[in-house]
């Protein structure tokens, strides 16, 4: 093995780290994963996910641009066996929310462990520390209410967990959150409350216009004007 050319799995992912002029905090290479067909297995391609360790817009959730995905594809285009095709993309992130109401421990104050639980729970599902082992949310790995309800209730000074609300892209309370192939998990907002946990509509900002003086709700109409 001379480290230079890419045969087996290992090959990609350790070649692909070297690649100059990019700080990366995660690669995977998907052997027989084509990113536009993900449910057919395609013999003779591998995808390469990477993820920059810093991203200054969306920290919690790093998304490669073209210059750091062509910088890796310019590095092992050569070294390449000609039968492989390769693609390299970065994650889809899938928006997770959760609310969760606690009841912190005698003595402790509220603000510090509501804090302390917030960043419990986004570490948890972060793509670069995540899941059990610190190395990031597993690929193809479900965002399970039970497991999260479990990591808040574990922070220190939670005495124990009234109810937590896992809340999907569209908006609904469920149980899990399914993840498959380049997706993974992006918790935008997570509501941490003493007692009862704050509801979906409050946590989304979907909650209805107050109704106006006269008693009748005022929305919004759109209105075509004659001239543009």
């Given at each position: 093995r001379?480290?230079?050319r890419?045969?087996?799995?290992r ?8 690649a100059?002029?990019v700080?990366i ?11 536009d067909?993900?449910?057919i ?6 995808t390469?996910m ?5 991203d200054?817009?969306?920290?919690d959730?790093p998304v490669p641009?073209?210059l ?7 590095h092992i285009?050569?070294?390449?066996l000609?039968?492989t095709e390769?693609h390299v993309?970065g ?6 929310h959760v609310?969760v109401g606690?009841?912190v421990s ?7 462990v509501r804090?302390?639980?917030?960043k ?5 599902l ?10 990031g949310?597993p690929?193809?790995?479900s965002v399970i209410a039970?497991e999260?309800?479990?990591e808040?209730a ?5 005495a124990?967990v009234?109810e ?12 899990e959150v399914?993840?498959?192939g ?10 941490v409350?003493?007692?009862?946990p704050?509801?979906a509509s409050?946590v989304?900002g979907?909650t209805?216009p107050p109704p106006?003086?006269?008693g009748r709700p005022?929305?919004?109409v759109?209105?075509?004007p004659?001239?543009?």
């Amino acid at each position: 093995r001379h480290k230079d050319r890419l045969v087996s799995l290992r090959d990609f992912e350790e070649v692909a780290r070297r690649a100059p002029g990019v700080d990366i905090g995660r690669l995977e290479a998907l052997p027989t994963f084509h990113p536009d067909l993900p449910d057919i297995v395609t013999p003779g391609v591998v995808t390469i996910m990477a993820i920059p360790r810093y991203d200054p817009h969306q920290p919690d959730a790093p998304v490669p641009d073209n210059l750091f995905l062509d910088a890796i594809c310019r590095h092992i285009e050569p070294r390449r066996l000609v039968t492989t095709e390769v693609h390299v993309r970065g994650p889809k992130y899938r928006a997770v929310h959760v609310s969760v109401g606690i009841e912190v421990s005698p003595g402790r104050d509220f603000p510090p462990v509501r804090d302390a639980v917030a960043k419990a729970l986004r570490r948890f599902l972060s793509p670069l520390e995540g899941g059990r082992e610190g190395k990031g949310w597993p690929r193809g790995r479900s965002v399970i209410a039970k497991e999260l309800w479990a990591e808040a209730a574990r922070t220190d000074g939670v005495a124990f967990v009234n109810e937590l609300l896992l809340i999907d892209e569209r908006g609904a309370v469920v149980e899990e959150v399914p993840i498959s192939g380049l997706e993974l998990p992006h918790l935008q907002k997570v509501a941490v409350a003493q007692g009862e946990p704050e509801a979906a509509s409050d946590v989304l900002g979907t909650t209805p216009p107050p109704p106006a003086a006269g008693g009748r709700p005022v929305f919004p109409v759109p209105v075509v004007p004659d001239e543009c």
